[in-house]
């Protein structure tokens, strides 16, 4: 299932995920934000069950923001968990 969500409070604008049946990440992407960083945590995150990364990611600050990029990252994978169920 795929599933894309616009990102808030952050400088990347959407957040896409693909995940398998089992809850497996098949891919994330980003778009805008840190490139590099980004293309790096969506590597990390292929294969490793939603749940995991949302436990690892969900609450991370970007210096004074209330949100980063894995935050939004985080509630993508929620949102589709969500809707899979």
């Not at 790096?40 to 969900?58: F, V, W, Y």
Request: aromatic share 2%; glycine share 10%; net charge positive.
């Amino acid at each position: 299932m795929t599933y894309e969500r616009k990102n808030k409070g952050t400088c990347s604008v959407l957040t896409r995920v693909d995940l398998a049946d089992d809850h497996t990440i098949r891919k994330v992407e980003v778009v805008g934000g840190c490139n590099g960083n980004l293309k790096g945590i969506s590597q990390l995150l292929a294969g490793m069950k939603a749940e995991d990364a949302i436990a690892r990611m969900r609450g991370t600050t970007c210096g004074p923001r209330p949100t980063s990029c894995p935050d939004q990252i985080a509630r993508a994978l929620e949102e589709a968990l969500a809707r899979m169920s």
